[in-house]
């Protein structure tokens, strides 16, 4: 069992930034595909952001690439989703999820709130 819990969501302005933090259980961190999600108000959870095992490759959404970046520090089993220029239509809850490729198995977070005013 992975136990998997985000932080750092709140209330900005339009233009501001935050850093949402996620930390995972288990030794073998370095072996997990690391991602983040999001899910608005009435609409299904999206994908934003995914890191490589080793961090070395990154992929992002459309709607924030160029503003987000996402990274991980292997050592201390965490992986961070840096949000510059936010947006209204950034506002949602923010899901980081892990992925252990030994059991096919994805472990969620409970999430963090981020909202975003115009």
């Known amino acids: 069992q992975v136990q998997v819990v985000e932080s750092g969501g709140g209330l900005v302005q339009g233009g501001d930034s935050l850093r949402l933090s996620c930390a995972a259980s288990?030794?073998?961190?370095?072996?997990?595909?690391m991602g983040w999600y999001r899910q608005a108000p009435g609409k299904e959870r999206e994908f934003v952001a995914a890191?490589?095992?080793?961090?070395?490759?990154?992929y992002y959404a459309d709607s924030v690439k160029g503003r987000f970046t996402v990274s991980r520090d292997n050592a201390k089993n965490k992986v961070y989703l840096q949000m510059n220029s936010l947006k209204p239509e950034d506002t949602a809850i923010y899901y980081c999820k892990a992925r252990v490729p030994a059991t096919g198995y994805d472990y969620w977070g409970q999430g963090t709130q981020v909202t975003v005013s115009s």
């Open positions: 890191i490589s095992r080793s961090g070395g490759n990154s």
């Open positions: 288990g030794r073998t961190f370095s072996s997990y595909d």
